[in-house]
Structure formats: C-alpha cells, structure tokens
C-alpha cells in the first residue's frame, strides 16, 4: 500500500514539475499605452490638439461645429479617412500613427486644411499600473 501511495506521489511531483512554466518565457514590453486626441472642424479649419505626438495607437475624437457634413483625410504615413461626420455632430477614430507630417483635410473646398506632426514611438507602457 506504502509503495503504492510513494508511487502516485512520485508521479504527481514529475507530473506537477513537468507543468511549471516554459524553458523560455519572452518578457516583451508591451506597446506604448494608446493616446487620445481631439479634432475641431469649423467653418475656418480643422484643429487637432495636441499637433505633436510619438507614434503608436491614437483615438481622434472629432467635433464638426462647421454648416457642412465633413469626411477628415488623413494624409500622411498612413492614409486614413473618417465616415462622414454630420454638422454639429462627433465622430471617432483609432488608428496607428506612424513617424512623419500628417495633413488633416475636411473634403471641404472653404475649411483649412490642419496638420500634425508624429514623432518617435512613445515609451512603453510596461510598468504602468491602472490602464485598460
């Protein structure tokens, strides 16, 4: 019965030290914690705040308080375009901003183009307590 029991408990042991963690574990920093900005369409222009930035993941959150329904364009690096986003309305959008000028059009002939300028990647956000 002794033997029995010493060799279940031998068997549990290989069993549980077998189970414990890979022989190599990639300690990779996470990617840079994602920035929020904001957009303004009037009638005059488009304003992004703030107009420099690191690259990584970014959230446009954009307030038209122009007469006309607007579809932002952003050139640059990386060519990205909203839906359209209806007079007196808000709009979002997220996407990886990368190294370069971006130049901010509203597809509108009498609206300003605006522009914004990212910059390196941003700092990691390992060792950032509290984010999503």
């Known amino acids: 019965m002794r033997g029995r029991s010493a060799a279940a408990g031998l068997l549990a042991a290989s069993v549980l030290a077998a ?17 929020e900005l ?4 009037d009638d005059r222009k488009v304003t992004v705040v703030p107009d420099e930035v690191g690259a990584g993941l970014a959230t446009f959150t954009i307030s038209n308080q122009s007469r006309d329904g607007v579809e932002l364009a952003f ?3 990386s060519d990205i375009r909203t839906d359209v ?7 979002a959008v997220q996407f990886e901003l990368e190294p ?13 183009d ?6 390196p990647e941003r700092p ?3 060792n950032e307590l509290l984010l999503p």
Do not use: L
Request: hydrophobic letters at 35%; one cysteine or more.
């Open 85 to 91: 986003i209806p007079a007196g309305g808000v709009g």
């Open 19 to 35: 189970g414990c963690g890979a022989e190599e574990f990639p300690n990779d920093p996470r990617p840079p914690a994602p920035v």
């Open 38 to 41: 904001s957009a303004k369409v």
């Open 114 to 119: 605006g522009a914004m300028t990212v910059g």
């Open 100 to 112: 370069g000028t971006y130049e901010i059009e509203a597809g509108v002939p009498t609206i300003a």
């Open 75 to 77: 050139d640059g690096p």
């Open 124 to 126: 990691s956000a390992s």
